[in-house]
């Protein structure tokens, strides 16, 4: 199994294949170009560099480390990034509803971004159980 390193973005970022280089040519859901770059690496794409160093273990610092405190930080910045996902598909819902009136061609994109925001809240009632 490769690892983070060894992974790259494909030729929709998303991917059908496991192509070494996005293509110039990515395109996005709507039909738009990703980027001009000749390829782009997984761990960039996400800056995994960055978001992989983000826990500050402030235990660690003071002499004392406590284990579970990386557990704890890890899993809190999980959810935060999920509350984010969920005010971004709300946002998005409410653009389509501020309109003079409502186009019924949204509809369904309506209920698929709704949907989204709904299993994303029933997923977060896992978290007691990691923590």
Not at 97 to 103: A, K, P
Request: one cysteine or more.
């Amino acid at each position: 199994m490769p690892c983070l390193e060894e992974i790259y973005v494909s030729q929709n970022v998303l991917g059908r294949n496991s192509s070494r280089y996005a293509s110039a040519e990515s395109m996005g859901q709507d039909g738009s170009h990703l980027g001009n770059e000749a390829g782009m690496l997984y761990g960039e794409y996400l800056m995994l560099d960055k978001l992989l160093n983000a826990q500050r273990m402030l235990s660690a610092e003071s002499s004392r480390p406590v284990h579970d405190e990386h557990l704890f930080i890890v899993t809190h910045q999980a959810y935060e990034l999920w509350f984010k996902q969920i005010l971004f598909e709300i946002d998005s819902v409410r653009s389509l509803l501020d309109v003079d009136g409502l186009d019924e061609g949204h509809t369904m994109e309506i209920v698929k971004r709704l949907n989204r925001v709904v299993l994303i809240l029933k997923g977060s009632s896992l978290k007691n159980r990691a923590v």
